[in-house]
C-alpha cells in the first residue's frame, strides 16, 4: 500500500490550498484516511479526518474548525483537504494517512510522504 499526497506550496495568509492524497496497492477496503501536520517546534497533530463504518465520522482539530474541509472520493480511493483563510501557523509539512484493510496484514495505519505547506504573513 502506498500513499501519494500533493498539493501543497507557497501561499500568502488568507490565501487557499488543496491537497490531495491517493491510495493505491493491494487493498480490501479503507476504513478512513485524513491529514496531520507536523509544524516547526511542535509534534505532529491530527488536522482532519474521515472514518467510514456505519456511519461516517469527521473530526477537525480545532485550530483549523471552520477553515478547512475534508472530503473523499471513495472510488479514486482519494482524500483531499480544502484549506482556506490560511494563516502563517499553519506552515508546516502536512502528511497523508489511511488506515487500510489487507487480507495478508488485516488493518494496518499508513502515512504518505510530507508534503510541505508554506503560508507567509
Known amino acids: 500500500v502506498q500513499l501519494q499526497a500533493s498539493g501543497g506550496g507557497l501561499v500568502q495568509a488568507g490565501g487557499s490550498l488543496r491537497l490531495s492524497c491517493v491510495a493505491s496497492?493491494?487493498?480490501?477496503?479503507?476504513?478512513?484516511m485524513g491529514w496531520y501536520r507536523q509544524t516547526p517546534g511542535k509534534q505532529r497533530e491530527m488536522v482532519a479526518t474521515?472514518?467510514?463504518?456505519?456511519?461516517?465520522?469527521?473530526k477537525y482539530a480545532d485550530s483549523v474548525q471552520g477553515r478547512f474541509t475534508i472530503s473523499t472520493d471513495n472510488a479514486k480511493n482519494t482524500v483531499y483537504l480544502q484549506m482556506n483563510s490560511l494563516k502563517p501557523e499553519d506552515t508546516g509539512v502536512y502528511y497523508c494517512?489511511?488506515?487500510?484493510?489487507?487480507?495478508?496484514?488485516?488493518?494496518?495505519?499508513?502515512w504518505g510522504q510530507g508534503t510541505l505547506v508554506t503560508v507567509s504573513s
Open positions: 494517512f489511511a488506515n487500510i484493510y489487507t487480507f495478508r496484514e488485516g488493518s494496518n495505519d499508513y
Open positions: 496497492g493491494s487493498f480490501r477496503n479503507i476504513n478512513g
Open positions: 474521515v472514518f467510514r463504518a456505519s456511519t461516517t465520522t469527521t
